[in-house]
């Protein structure tokens, strides 16, 4: 499994996109909204399921809401092209390392592409917390 943290992202997206690294924080978003949905509809187990639908439900709202508070004080993302990594199949990938990376990513996005920004910080500590239930309520099936 091959998922590239958001260092491994950046510079990808560097050679596309230079510095809008707002519009690099968007399709990332993007393709971990598809990643989840894709896990979701590849589980047997119905807690499971449940949870995984759950958060993509509430991970749909909150990335809407971050980046449309990006936009506004950042201007409009574009897309970045061929930087996102395939999608995975669920019975390839550990789940709990694949949301712990999640973590680490958008806990990273807070730190340093959102430091000076206490309003975006704010919306991206409720995705990470999602995160954290997510894996709670995975360990209940």
């Not at 999640?102 to 995160?131: G, H, L, W």
């Amino acid at each position: 499994m091959k998922i590239l943290n958001f260092d491994e992202f950046l510079n990808e997206a560097a050679k596309y996109n230079g510095d809008k690294v707002h519009s690099d924080v968007a399709m990332y978003s993007l393709w971990l909204r598809s990643q989840i949905h894709l896990f979701h509809w590849q589980t047997e187990v119905g807690d499971a399921h449940k949870a995984l639908g759950d958060f993509y439900g509430t991970f749909l709202d909150q990335v809407d809401n971050l980046i449309e508070v990006c936009m506004g004080k950042h201007g409009r993302v574009s897309a970045t092209p061929a930087i996102t990594p395939p999608l995975q199949n669920l019975k390839d990938v550990n789940v709990e390392e694949f949301v712990n990376l999640a973590v680490s990513n958008f806990t990273q996005f807070r730190n340093e592409v959102y430091k000076d920004s206490p309003e975006i910080q704010n919306i991206v500590d409720e995705i990470i917390a999602e995160m954290h239930k997510l894996k709670y309520l995975l360990t209940m099936s």
